[in-house]
C-alpha cells in the first residue's frame, strides 16, 4: 500500500496544487464543474526546471521516515477548493469528485476523515469548523460510498502540516486541509 500511497498521493497532489495556483488561495466554487481548465500557456509557465551543477552523493539510510504510517493510504483535500472561507458546505458535485480518489479503497474499509485548519480566527472557532469541515466530507463521501465506515476527528489548529510564517499565505493555506486516512 505505500507505493500506493506514494503514486496517488503524487497525482492528488499535483492536481491540487495546480487547481490552487489556477484558483488562487481564496477562490471558492459553487460546484466542482465551475473549476478553470488550464491552457497550454498556463501548464507550460507553471513548470519550473533547476539546474544542478553538480550533485552531492549522501545516503539516507535510516535517515528518512515516511509521512504516513507504514501499510497507509491517505489523501489530502485543499479546503481552498472545497469550501468558502469560514464555512463548512461542500459545493454540489464535490462528493462524487471525491469519492472518484478512493476509487482503489476496499469495500468495507474503514476510513479517517481528519479536518485541520490554520492558526488564524474566523467567525467560527478552528476547533469547531475543523469537526464540521470533516463531518460534511465524511457526509459526501457517505452518500457515494455507504459500504465504508467513516470516523471523523476536527483538530483545529493543533497538528499543522507546515510552520506557518507571517506574509507567506501559502504556509497557511498548507494547514487548512481535510485528510483522508485508510485504515488496516
Not at 484558483?23 to 533547476?50: C, H, N, Y
Not at 489530502?76 to 479503497?105: E, H, N, Q, R
Not at 463531518?135 to 493543533?158: C, H, K, M
Request: aromatic share 6%; net charge negative; hydrophobic share 35%.
Amino acid at each position: 500500500m505505500t507505493r500506493g500511497f506514494f503514486k496517488t498521493g503524487m497525482i492528488s497532489a499535483c492536481a491540487t496544487v495546480l487547481i490552487v495556483g489556477l484558483a488562487g488561495p481564496s477562490a471558492a466554487f459553487d460546484s466542482i464543474d465551475e473549476l478553470p481548465q488550464p491552457t497550454d500557456k498556463q501548464l507550460r509557465s507553471s513548470v519550473t526546471r533547476f539546474e544542478i551543477p553538480q550533485a552531492t552523493r549522501f545516503s539516507t539510510e535510516n535517515t528518512v521516515r515516511s509521512f504516513a504510517e507504514e501499510e497507509e493510504d491517505s489523501w489530502v483535500l485543499a479546503t481552498d477548493i472545497l469550501f468558502k472561507p469560514d464555512a463548512y458546505d461542500l459545493p454540489s458535485g464535490a462528493g462524487s469528485k471525491i469519492a472518484d480518489l478512493l476509487g482503489d479503497v476496499p469495500q468495507g474499509a474503514t476510513l479517517r476523515v481528519e479536518g485541520h485548519t490554520d492558526s488564524r480566527t474566523g467567525e467560527i472557532p478552528n476547533q469547531e469548523l475543523s469537526e464540521k469541515r470533516a463531518q460534511a466530507v465524511a457526509d459526501a463521501i457517505g452518500e457515494e460510498r455507504s459500504d465504508l465506515t467513516l470516523e471523523t476527528t476536527g483538530y483545529g489548529p493543533d497538528e499543522p502540516a507546515v510552520t506557518e510564517q507571517e506574509g507567506e499565505e501559502d504556509t497557511f493555506a498548507a494547514n487548512r486541509r481535510v485528510e483522508l486516512i485508510l485504515e488496516d
